[in-house]
C-alpha cells in the first residue's frame, strides 16, 4: 500500500474541470469529480499502475487515463508515496516542465 497525496496543482487542476463542468450541469461536475478521486483508491492499493507518460521519458511519472482525462503522478519504486501532479484533459497538450515542478508542492 502506498500514501497518496494530491498536489496543490492537481487539485487546482480539478477545481477548474468542475467548474468548466458545472456551467452545464453540477451534478455532472460533482459526478465527474468523484470519478477523478475515485483514482487515489487505485493507487493505494497498486501504486505503480497505469502507464510511463510518453512525454516525460522517466519511470517514475506515471499517468492513470480515465478517459478522458490523464492523471499524472510521481512514484518511486522504492518509495511508498504517489504524488498526483496534475489532471488533464487529454486532448491538451502535457506541459512538461510545469508538471515537475509541481512535484516540489507536495503537502
Known amino acids: 500500500m502506498a500514501e497518496v497525496i494530491w498536489t496543490p496543482g492537481a487539485l487546482e487542476d480539478i ?4 467548474s468548466y463542468i458545472a456551467l452545464d450541469s453540477s451534478a455532472r461536475a460533482k459526478q465527474q ?3 477523478i478521486l475515485s483514482a487515489e483508491e ?3 492499493h497498486y501504486p505503480g499502475s497505469g ?3 510518453p512525454e516525460m521519458q522517466s519511470k517514475v511519472y506515471r499517468e492513470v487515463i480515465l478517459p478522458p ?3 499524472i ?3 518511486a519504486p522504492k518509495g511508498s508515496v504517489a504524488a498526483i501532479l496534475a489532471v488533464i484533459h487529454s486532448k491538451r497538450q502535457l506541459p512538461t516542465s510545469g508538471v515537475r515542478k509541481r512535484r516540489g ?3
Open 105 to 107: 508542492s507536495e503537502r
Open 69 to 71: 482525462y490523464r492523471i
Open 15 to 18: 477545481d477548474a474541470i468542475a
Open 42 to 44: 487505485l493507487l493505494v
Open 33 to 35: 469529480v468523484m470519478r
Open 51 to 53: 502507464r510511463m507518460v
Open 73 to 75: 503522478y510521481h512514484f
